[in-house]
C-alpha cells in the first residue's frame, strides 16, 4: 500500500512541474507536439529512475560512511551528466529523428532541476533502495504525464483562432497555470 501511495502522490499530488515546478524549461520547450513529449519522457523516465538508483547507493555506501554528506549536490550533478550523456549517445543512435526533435533539451535533462530535486529529496524522506527508485520512476511519470498533455493542448490550440496577442508562448504559461491548479486539485487526495 506505501508504493501506490508513493506513486499517486508523486504522478498526481506533487506533480514534478505542476506543482513543485520544478523542469519547467523543458515543459515549456518541448511540449509542442506529442510525440517528441513522449520521448523527452521516456528519456527522463531512464535518467532519474536510474540517477536514484546510482545516487542512493552512492549516498549510502561513500558520502555517509566517509562523512562527505557535503560532497551530495556536486556528485549527484555529475552522475546525472554521466546519465544524460549515455541516453544521449543511445538516442542519437538508435532514433535519430528523435534525437534531432529533442534537440538542446536532451542535454539540458543534466540541468533539470527536476532530476536533481528527486534524488536530494529521495535521500530527504530516508526512503529505502526500492521505494526510492519507485518514487523517481513515478515522479518521471508525472513530468511524462504533464509534458504529453501540455503537448496535446498546445496542439489542439494551434488549430484554434486565438487573438494575435495571446499566440504561442503567452497562451502556453497561461494553459501551464490552469493544468497547474487542476493537478492542486488532487491535493486532497493523499497527504
Known amino acids: 500500500m506505501e508504493y501506490i501511495l508513493i506513486i499517486i502522490s508523486a504522478v498526481l499530488v506533487n506533480n514534478v512541474v505542476l506543482v513543485q515546478f520544478l523542469g519547467i524549461c523543458p515543459f515549456l520547450g518541448v511540449s509542442g ?6 520521448g523527452m519522457g521516456a528519456a527522463v523516465i531512464f535518467v532519474m ?19 562527505i554528506e557535503f560532497m551530495q549536490t556536486i556528485t549527484f550533478i555529475f552522475v ?12 542519437k543512435k538508435t532514433a535519430p529523428s528523435l534525437y534531432q526533435a529533442l534537440g538542446i533539451y536532451l542535454p539540458l535533462i543534466t540541468t533539470n532541476c527536476a532530476v536533481l530535486g528527486t534524488a536530494i ?17 513515478s515522479i ?12 496535446g493542448i498546445r496542439e489542439q490550440l494551434a488549430l ?13 504559461l497561461i494553459t501551464a497555470g490552469l ?12 497527504k
Open 179 to 190: 493544468l497547474s491548479l487542476a493537478f492542486m486539485g488532487f491535493a486532497g487526495i493523499v
Open 140 to 151: 518521471a511519470i508525472g513530468f511524462t504525464l504533464a509534458l504529453t498533455l501540455m503537448a
Open 160 to 172: 484554434a483562432e486565438t487573438p494575435k496577442g495571446m499566440k504561442g508562448f503567452p497562451l502556453s
Open 49 to 67: 529512475s536510474l540517477a536514484n538508483l546510482v545516487t542512493y547507493l552512492i549516498q549510502a555506501f561513500v558520502l555517509t560512511p566517509l562523512h
Open 33 to 38: 507536439k506529442i510525440d517528441t513529449s513522449l
Open 121 to 137: 529529496l529521495a535521500i530527504q524522506k530516508d526512503l529505502n533502495l526500492v521505494m526510492s527508485v519507485v518514487y523517481a520512476a
Open 80 to 91: 546525472i551528466a554521466f546519465l544524460v550523456q549515455v541516453v544521449e549517445i543511445i538516442l
